[in-house]
C-alpha cells in the first residue's frame, strides 16, 4: 500500500507529557499538511510543508506545538506539556506539486489526555 | 479560515438518491473537493471539479457547481448501506495553497 501512513494509530497519555506522531507521505507528493479533528467538525489546518520547507502554520497552534520535516518526506508533530482540549484526531494529508491538487488522507492518530 | 457551510444530517431511503449541498465564501476557489470518511478512519477522496466547469459524473456521484451562488453539491445515486459516512466538502484556495473543510453533513441510509 502507497497511500499515506500515520503512526501510532492511537496514544493515551497523561496530561503534561509530551507525544511525537509520524506520518509518511506518499513518495512523490512535495506538500504535507496537518490537521486536527474534533467531534462533529472538519478537519482544522494547523501547518503545511512544502518539501522540508514550513510554509505556513496556523495562528491558532500554540507554542507547544512543533512539527518539522527534516528531510522533505516524513514529518513529525510533537505535542509538548499536553493539556486535555489536545485530545483529537491528527490527521497527515499530502498532495503532489500541481496547486490545490487533491490531499490524500493517512488515517490518523487519535490522542487521548487524560 | 474561510466559511465552508454543510448541514450536519441526511436520511435517505436505500435505493434513493442522496443530495448533499455545500456553500462557501472564498471567490478564489481553484478546485472543490468531496471527502468521505467513515468512523475511526481518515477522509477519502471522493471526487473533485475544477472551478470553472459546472457539473463532473463520476459513476454514481454528480457534481455540480453554481459558481455564482459559491454553491457545490454531490448526487449519490442508488445510494447503499455502505455510503452512510460523514461527507465532507472542502475548497482548495490558491493563498497559500490552501484547503477549507466544512464541518461535515452525516449521511444516514435506511434499509
Known amino acids: 500500500d502507497t497511500g499515506v501512513s500515520q503512526d501510532p494509530r492511537h496514544k493515551i497519555t497523561k496530561r503534561g507529557q509530551n507525544v511525537t506522531f509520524r506520518c509518511d507521505p506518499i513518495?512523490?507528493?512535495?506538500?504535507l499538511y496537518w490537521y486536527r479533528q474534533t467531534l462533529g467538525q472538519g478537519p482544522e489546518f494547523l501547518t503545511y510543508?512544502?518539501?522540508?520547507?514550513?510554509?505556513?502554520k496556523s495562528r491558532l497552534l500554540s507554542d507547544r506545538f512543533s512539527a518539522e520535516r527534516p528531510k522533505g518526506s516524513f514529518s513529525t508533530l510533537e505535542i509538548q506539556r499536553t493539556e486535555q482540549g489536545d485530545s483529537a484526531m491528527y490527521l497527515c494529508?499530502?498532495?503532489?506539486?500541481?496547486?490545490?491538487?487533491?490531499?490524500?488522507f493517512g488515517n490518523g492518530t487519535r490522542l487521548t489526555v487524560t | 479560515g474561510e466559511d465552508v457551510e454543510q448541514s450536519l444530517f441526511l436520511s435517505v431511503r436505500e435505493g434513493d438518491s442522496s443530495v448533499i449541498n455545500c456553500t462557501y465564501t472564498?471567490?478564489?476557489?481553484?478546485?472543490l473537493y468531496w471527502y468521505k470518511q467513515e468512523p475511526g478512519a481518515g477522509l477519502q477522496l471522493l471526487t473533485y471539479?475544477?472551478?470553472?466547469?459546472d457539473m463532473k459524473q463520476d459513476q454514481r456521484l454528480t457534481v455540480l457547481l453554481n459558481k455564482k451562488d459559491k454553491h457545490l453539491s454531490l448526487r449519490i445515486a442508488d445510494t447503499q448501506t455502505g455510503d452512510s459516512a460523514i461527507y465532507f466538502c472542502?475548497?482548495?484556495?490558491?493563498?497559500?495553497?490552501?484547503?477549507?473543510f466544512g464541518t461535515g453533513t452525516s449521511l444516514t441510509v435506511i434499509p
Open positions: 494529508a499530502t498532495g503532489g506539486a500541481r496547486l490545490n491538487s487533491p490531499l490524500h
Open positions: 513518495s512523490e507528493h512535495n506538500r
Open positions: 510543508f512544502q518539501n522540508e520547507a514550513q510554509l505556513e
Open positions: 472564498d471567490s478564489s476557489s481553484t478546485y
Open positions: 471539479i475544477f472551478s470553472n466547469m
Open positions: 472542502a475548497e482548495g484556495v490558491t493563498t497559500g495553497n490552501q484547503f477549507y
